[in-house]
């Protein structure tokens, strides 16, 4: 397979020139990850405007920066703290007097270090500059998130004969999990929501100790971790058989969500993919009962960029990957959400969580 993290450090160097920085310091893990391949959990990273890359670990990691860096940086393993490697390490940089650090991933404490230890150089806060190049995915991260929605489908077809009345929601969320482990999840990619009743009308309920009653809504929403690349699906079944109502909320939701899937493209603002779905839902009438956002990015983290709601005036870029999950949520009733990941390609739309979204009646 290509190995892509050179361009991406060359798309990076463009953006550094681009906002007349010498460097950047990059703190947060996930952008570590896409740019060197280092999957540990503790790194510091100073990319250059030359391309240069200093990536600074601890021991427990020896091996494996070696096995994932290889001599894409100069890797220094530090022997105490990497903050006091940095310090060390950074004047060998030549060239360097004025970085960017990710101020929407440095803590507190971090920043002080800069402002004590750091003042030989200049530093200014910047956004987004690592998180807007992944947003678009490469070949090889869509084959990884397409993995990881195969996981997911597969955990799902297992679960669902297992489901009835009686079963508490943190139950089925075992019995959930336990699958997606066995179709191959590194991990959970955030806490398997499972809700039922009254409770599936919580966007983002814990999932709790509360026994599911027969003809109620039973909401699953779940994802899977391949290769670090996330997944992300809800699903919405009945236990026993649904009434009217029901089914008719159901109906809306499918029928909003199928519209946006199928509508979506690259190249849209992010409010107009929202509005794809709100507008079906506001002509039926159930508007007032969705009140989150339609869908954002996917990839090494479950939430990215890019973001399909209302307030996002940014435009959607050829092929990132995003979530379509329209819901109706009415309190003391209950709720219905239904999402799939979708690949943003210069052909159109593309659904990567292949899995029915007819109305389930199980048990």
């Given at each position: 397979m290509t190995d892509r993290r050179p361009a991406r450090v060359a798309a990076l160097q463009a953006a550094l020139a681009d906002l007349q920085l010498d460097a950047l310091l990059v703190t947060a893990l996930p952008n570590i990850?896409?740019?060197?391949?280092?999957s540990g959990s503790n790194a510091l990273l100073v990319a250059t405007a030359r391309g240069d890359l200093l990536l600074l670990t601890d021991f427990r990691y020896q091996t494996q920066v070696a096995d994932e860096v290889g001599d894409l940086a100069r890797v220094v393993i530090a022997e105490q703290s990497t903050?006091?490697?940095?310090?060390?390490?950074?004047?060998t940089l030549h060239g360097v007097e004025l970085l960017g650090f990710e101020g929407a991933a440095l803590?507190?404490?971090?920043?002080?270090r800069l402002l004590n230890d750091g003042q030989r150089w200049q530093w200014r806060p910047v956004r987004d500059v690592v998180e807007t190049l992944r947003e678009r995915k490469d070949p090889g991260e869509l084959a990884l998130i397409e993995t990881a929605a195969g996981?997911?489908?597969?955990?799902?077809?297992?679960?669902?004969?297992?489901?009835?009345?009686?079963?508490?929601?943190?139950?089925?969320?075992?019995?959930l999990e336990r699958a997606l482990r066995e179709a191959g999840s590194e991990a959970f990619p955030f806490p398997t929501i499972v809700a039922s009743g009254p409770r599936s009308a919580l966007p983002h309920a814990?999932?709790?100790?509360?026994?599911?009653?027969?003809?109620?809504?039973l909401l699953l929403d779940f994802g899977a971790v391949h290769g670090g690349y996330c997944s992300d699906i809800t699903r919405t079944v009945v236990i026993g058989r649904a009434d009217d109502e029901q089914r008719a909320t159901y109906a809306a939701v499918a029928a909003a969500q199928a519209h946006a899937c199928?509508?979506?493209?690259?190249?849209?603002?992010g409010?107009?993919?929202?509005?794809?779905?709100?507008?079906?839902?506001?002509?039926?009438?159930?508007?007032?009962?969705?009140?989150?956002?339609?869908?954002h990015g996917i990839g090494l983290e479950v939430h990215e960029g890019p973001r399909l709601a209302s307030s996002a005036d940014a435009i959607l870029p050829v092929d990132a990957v995003v979530t379509v999950?329209?819901?109706?949520?009415?309190?003391?009733?209950?709720?219905?959400?239904?999402?799939?990941d979708v690949h943003l390609s210069s052909a159109g739309p593309r659904r990567l969580t292949e899995f029915t979204r007819e109305l389930l009646e199980l048990g």
């Open positions: 990850r896409y740019l060197t391949g280092f903050w006091a490697a940095l310090w060390r390490e950074l004047p803590v507190h404490r971090d920043f002080e996981i997911a489908t597969t955990a799902l077809a297992a679960t669902l004969p297992v489901l009835r009345a009686g079963l508490t929601e943190t139950a089925i969320a075992g019995v814990r999932s709790s100790s509360r026994a599911v009653g027969s003809g109620e809504f199928a509508e979506v493209r690259a190249g849209m603002r409010s107009e993919g929202d509005a794809l779905a709100r507008d079906h839902l506001a002509a039926a009438g159930l508007a007032a009962w969705f009140g989150h956002s339609l869908g999950e329209p819901g109706v949520y009415r309190p003391g009733w209950g709720g219905v959400r239904i999402e799939d």
